[in-house]
């Protein structure tokens, strides 16, 4: 079930696919970034869902086909996935790595770049924090999407933000190639955190609504 979607043609952009991969729901979700004004825009954002009673071939066919329809609709540059995090429950683990596999072969079989992030570092990029609770990590998709509301269901706000952690990381190894070059050429660069950009931009905008 998609929600918030409408498309963009504004030259620059990056198109990022976002994914939570599972089997019974694939969160997943779609953002426009535009780097020359640090900013992140909805696409369309939303979760697969297979029924646990069905075989599991069935379930797997069903997300790597519907994935697949979502990439040649959308037309994202690039896909990120979160990596599984390996708890003790590892029959739950092997479940989701099932769906998983299906989200990357899908992804892969376009031709679109996958890269992989673990939680930890999800809620890094997001919030500062290795450690965040999940609302804190939704509340930073919220604000640096400039969405009316936290994006529901869980699943689909995991997926936006893993589509923020790649675009933060793009834009932290920038700030390092640039500060690489101008220590090189003898002129240290006072880089700003990107995180810390969007959300000061965020409050200028809010005061400005007041």
């Not at 992140?40 to 069905?54: F, H, N, S």
Request: net charge positive.
């Amino acid at each position: 079930m998609p929600r918030a979607s409408h498309t963009t043609n504004d030259s620059g952009r990056l198109r990022v696919l976002g994914i939570d991969p599972g089997l019974a729901n694939v969160g997943y979700g779609v953002i426009d970034w535009h780097p020359d004004r640090s900013q992140g825009q909805v696409v369309e954002y939303g979760v697969i869902q297979t029924r646990v009673g069905d075989a599991l071939p069935a379930r797997l066919e069903k997300i790597h086909d519907q994935l697949t329809a979502l990439v040649e609709r959308l037309k994202p540059s690039v896909a990120a996935i979160e990596q599984i995090y390996f708890a003790r429950n590892v029959k739950t683990a092997m479940v989701v790595a099932h769906g998983r596999a299906a989200c990357v072969l899908a992804t892969s079989r376009r031709r679109l770049e996958v890269v992989e992030y673990t939680p930890l570092q999800i809620k890094q990029a997001l919030t500062g924090h290795g450690r965040a609770a999940k609302r804190q990590v939704q509340m930073m998709v919220r604000s640096l999407l400039n969405l009316d509301q936290m994006p529901r269901p869980d699943h689909a706000a995991d997926a936006l933000a893993t589509a923020l952690c790649h675009v933060h990381s793009l834009a932290l190894n920038k700030k390092i190639e640039q500060a690489h070059g101008d220590t090189d050429n003898g002129r240290p660069e006072d880089a700003e955190d990107p995180r810390k950009a969007l959300l000061a931009s965020r409050r200028r905008k809010g005061r400005r609504r007041r």
